[in-house]
Structure formats: C-alpha cells, structure tokens
C-alpha cells in the first residue's frame, strides 16, 4: 500500500478523539459545556423542524394523494434507524464533528473527510435554502400587519424574480452575531423559538382537525406505492437536521448520556408532530387543493387555516411562525457547520483559523463568521432552486457512512464505553445504509451529477491541503523518526485568540 493509500485509511484512536474533546490534550481555550438535556433537545427539535413542513404537502400530496401520510412514516423510519446508529456512537465518542469524528475514528482519514464536505453541503445548501424563505414569509406579515412589503428585486429568490435577497442575507447574519456573541445566549435564543413553533404547529392541527372528513383518505393510494415511495425521498427534507444534537458533543453535560437521549427525543417529537400536521392537513381539505395552492405559491398550511376558519388571523399566526422557524432552522444549522469545521481543524484538515476560540466567550467565532458571511452570500445571490435536493443527499450518504462505522468499530474497538447500543445488530446498521442508498438513488440525476463535483471538489483540495497539514501524519511521522510531536498546548496557544 503506497503512503497516500495508507493515509487515507489511517483511524484516529478514540482515546485521543476523547481526550481532544475533554481538554485533557490541551491547556489552551476551549469550548464550554453549557448544555443540558432540555436545551439539546430543543436544538435538535428546531434543527429538523424547519420551513419544510410549512410547504411540503403542497409537493408531496399530489405525488402520493393521502398517502404521503404512509411517505412520513418511511421517511422517519429510515430517520430513526440512522438515529439509532447515532446514538451509539455519540455514546461512544461524545465529540464535537458527528460524523465526521465518528468516520475519522472508524473508516479512515480520506472517507472522514469527504464525509465532513458531505456534511457541510448539506448545512450549506440547507441554511442557504431555508434563509431564502424568510423574505417571502416577513413579506406575508408585514402585508398583513401593515400593508407593506419589500419589492421582489430585494425580497425574492435570484432566478425567480429577485436580483439579490436582503432577507436572506439580513437573517444569516444576524444568526451569525449572535453566535460569535455566546453558546448560551444562542441556545436561549432557540429554545423560546423553538417553543414559539411547536405552538403554531399544534394550533394548525386542532384547528385542521375542526373539519377533518375521513372520506378523503377513501383513495389513499392513487398512484401506487412508487408514488408513496417517490413522495418519501421528497419528504425526507424534512427529518434532515437531527444529527446536528452530536455536532454539540463538546459543550453538552455528561455528553454519553445527553447526546442519545436528545437524539431519541428530537426524533420522536418531530415524527408525531409530522404525522399529524399531514392527517389533519389531508383530511381539512380535497386532495387537488394542495396541487392548485402550490401552483399558486401559496403557503399550503396557511390556506387550509384560511379555508378552514374562514379569516386570515391564524393564516397570519401561523406565518409569524414560519418567520420565527426559519430564524431558529438558520441559527442551529449554522450551529452544527461551524463545530464540524471545528473539529477538522484540530485535526489539520483545513486552516486553524477554524479552531481559534475566543478567550471571553469560548466560542469559534472567526470561524462563524467566515461561514455565516459565506453562506449569507450564497442564500443572497446564487438560485438555489436546482441545487435543495443535495441537502437530502449529503444528508443520506452520511447517514450510510454512520452505519458503517458503528460496525467497523463494533469490530475493532469491541471494548468501548457504549451507554447505548444498536438492537437488533447488525440488521439495523445494515438496514439504515440500505435504506438510505435506496432513497439517494431515488434523486433526480442532475443532484447527482452536481454531488460528485463536490466531491471531486473535495478531494482535490483534501490532496493539495489535508493531506499535507494532516495531524495525525504529523504525530505518526513523528513517532517514526523518534521525534516529539508538537505538543497540543502550544498548537492551542498558538491558534487561540
């Protein structure tokens, strides 16, 4: 095997991945553990409960008729089986990076790299794609409330009526702020979010539910199970997000019982809120409704709310909460970018303006910055309209690449601490990375086509960067010519502000 094959597959050894995330490897600043249970969850929950559900059925519906209902459950299922080979590992390595850590210490250097560039596409084009919205859901109150609104050159999607979207660029700044500003006071900041949108869900639901009509599920499958099946990869969108709870791995308390226990809730609460938004919505209104409404660009749950109470104040309601979803959905995904960009720079594989912690506040925050006004550029003046279905598939393949580390390190570290363990092994793990594969195979071809240039992208700069700044090449290269390696204390001092 030549020296960049055997590279490639070198493995970080888990008690120092541990000992990186503990602070037991370095004096230099660090991240703080602020979270407990109550708030990881919530930042899980607002992570996954983004805009998707606020538009979704309008797609969906007249792909698989009532039985998109059926299309949320598969799509939670393959969500809940890759949300079972998370808790393992963030079990076993309660560290910052989620998947990427969890690859790095089980696949090898090269797959954990392009895993952590599946992982920021998917955070990239999901907080570029959701930021979008924003404009046009302010545009809705503010015309309610006060009878104005932006001009579509400001407000609108570039390609779509826009020339550049100050919204966009307005919300992800702000998020960005506020996270260079504090972990706490983000995360306070998201739960009272968090708790706005689950209120506005809930009253869509009861008052749907108001004139629910079982008839209209009599023809649940007009187009089949490959309708069902289609509308299920559509839907998957919206479970994208969960595994953001282990990109916190290194400022949770008692990170090997938090992290499982938030992940396993985040699923279930945003699974059973799904599947009733979607009862109540299809059994408020005939199934051709939601066709005509997404033609129309309507927001599909506001119209029903509309036709239903016959008034626009829980139309209005509920759009004042899609305005507070997407702040929180922007605030977290920035979140989970900016801490997997962390840990790759403790490993060496990009620059280590990415590590550098302020001293105050114990946050990356040059590195939030660098990605907020990157990503505030790309919801601002790039069409996004071709590119929100990799969100899915940078999603699914890390999900494949999840569990297959659970097995390899079933194998090769058989005695870690496991708070948690996958039943049913190894059907589950097996099940997940087929099921995955199955719904990224269901993507349009341009998704893929435009998937492997990313990753074409990123292995040419992992060969012309990574590879050489790497440092566990640097420690093993060390070892092997019996000099000291660089101490981590004076790399931490080094990069610190």
Not at 71 to 97: D, K, Q, R, T, W
Not at 189 to 207: D, G, R, T
Not at 234 to 263: H, K, Q
Not at 281 to 287: F, H, R, V, Y
């Amino acid at each position: 095997m030549g020296p960049v094959a055997t590279q490639l597959c070198r493995r970080k050894p888990l008690d120092s991945i541990v000992a990186d995330a503990e602070g037991t490897a370095h004096d230099g600043p660090r991240l703080e553990r602020t979270m407990g249970l109550g708030r990881l969850t919530l930042l899980g929950i607002s992570s996954v409960l983004g805009t998707g559900i606020f538009f979704v059925l309008g797609t969906s519906v007249p792909t698989a008729g009532p039985g998109v209902v059926l299309s949320f459950v598969i799509a939670g299922v393959v969500a809940a089986l890759a949300a079972l080979c998370y808790v393992e590992l963030a079990g076993a390595i309660p560290v910052a990076g989620s998947t990427y850590s969890y690859a790095y210490a089980s696949l090898g250097e090269g797959i954990a790299y392009l895993v952590a560039w599946c992982l920021i596409l998917e955070y990239g084009v999901a907080v570029s794609t959701v930021a979008v919205s924003w404009g046009q859901y302010l545009n809705q109150v503010s015309d309610a409330v006060f009878g104005v609104t932006l001009p579509d050159a400001i407000s609108q999607p570039p390609g779509t009526g826009g020339l550049v979207n100050i919204p966009a660029i307005v919300v992800v700044i702000a998020c960005t702020a506020l996270l260079a500003r504090g972990t706490r006071e983000s995360i306070l900041v998201n739960s009272i979010l968090v708790c706005v949108k689950l209120a506005v869900l809930v009253m869509f639901v009861v008052v749907a539910f108001t004139a629910f009509d079982a008839d209209r599920f009599t023809h649940f499958a007009p187009h089949g199970l490959g309708g069902i099946t289609a509308a299920a990869s559509a839907v998957f969108f919206s479970y994208v997000g969960f595994d953001a709870v282990s990109t916190a791995g290194e400022e949770v308390r008692n990170p090997r019982r938090t992290i499982p226990l938030a992940l396993l809730l985040t699923l279930f609460v945003v699974t059973a809120l799904y599947i009733l938004v979607a009862v109540s919505g299809i059994g408020a209104q005939p199934e051709g409704a939601f066709a005509r409404q997404e033609a129309a660009g309507d927001a599909v749950l506001a119209e029903i709310l509309t036709t239903v109470t016959g008034s626009g104040k829980a139309a209005l309601i509920l759009s004042a909460g899609a305005v507070v979803s997407i702040f929180s959905v922007v605030l977290v995904t920035l979140y989970g970018q900016t801490r997997i960009l962390f840990s790759m720079a403790r490993d060496g594989l990009v620059p280590q303006v990415f590590r550098r912690v302020d001293r105050k506040r114990h946050t990356p925050a040059a590195n939030s910055w660098i990605v907020g006004v990157a990503v505030a550029a790309l919801a601002g003046f790039v069409p996004l309209q071709e590119l929100a279905d990799l969100t899915s598939m940078g999603t699914l393949i890390a999900f494949v690449a999840v569990a297959a580390a659970v097995m390899v390190l079933r194998r090769i570290a058989p005695d870690a601490p496991r708070p948690f363990r996958v039943p049913l092994y190894p059907v589950v793990p097996i099940l997940t990375a087929v099921s995955c594969a199955y719904l990224a195979y269901q993507l349009p071809g341009l998704t893929w086509t435009l998937f492997l240039v990313w990753l074409t992208v990123a292995t040419a700069l992992y060969l012309a960067f990574g590879r050489r700044r790497s440092a566990l090449r640097e420690e093993n290269a060390a070892v092997e010519s019996g000099a000291e390696p660089e101490s981590e204390s004076e790399s931490a001092a080094a990069v610190a502000d």
